[in-house]
């Protein structure tokens, strides 16, 4: 599941329980079927704009309540179920943590096949990358300096201009990017 559909089941799901509300007083008061809010708090369903916005107004909401980062203190992500923002024939990009308002952090996993190499552009002023190698040997050009990151190792860098990512092994490449304003 994605991040913005996990935003919405929780959402959705801490909403309705906080009004005292079942199921079939939220289709009734948003015209949504039961079954599709079902779906919906477990994740299980895509809902359309028109969707949500029938449940945002039902509810009478504001729209971006349902799509915000839940206020929550902990949640957990799988991310074997986080779909790739990126992908090329040698690598992939998976969004595990976003930005949020309240908070300057990004957490991203990035796998890349033997030979190949991902660009990454610059990430901004003040931005520091701190990565994690799970699998594999990565070697990370700065554009001033090349490191090579074993597993078990962590790199941190100034990652306000362009970088690349490279796989020169034999074995594919996992690693964990924290992107820190």
């Keep these: 599941m994605d991040y913005l559909s996990f935003n919405i089941s929780k959402n959705l ?69 986080v779909f790739p923002i990126k992908s090329g024939e040698k690598y992939t990009v998976k969004t595990c943590l976003p930005y949020e308002d309240n908070k300057k952090i990004e957490i991203y996993q990035i796998e890349i096949l033997p030979g190949g190499e991902y660009l990454s552009g610059g990430h901004g002023s003040g931005t520091r990358e701190y990565l994690v190698v799970t699998e594999g040997v990565l070697t990370v050009d700065t554009g001033r300096e090349k490191q090579n990151v074993l597993p078990g190792e962590i790199f941190r860098f100034n990652c306000e201009t362009e970088h690349r990512y490279l796989n020169a092994g034999n074995e594919k490449t996992v690693f964990i990017c924290f992107f820190v304003a």
């Design 13 to 81: 799901n801490r909403i309705r329980i906080s009004r005292g509300m079942s199921l079939d007083d939220v289709a009734e008061q948003t015209g949504v079927s039961k079954s599709m809010l079902y779906q919906i708090e477990q994740g299980n369903a895509n809902p359309s704009i028109n969707v949500l916005g029938k449940i945002a107004s039902g509810l009478r909401m504001e729209f971006t309540e349902l799509i915000a980062s839940p206020p929550e203190e902990s949640y957990l992500v799988r991310i074997s179920e």
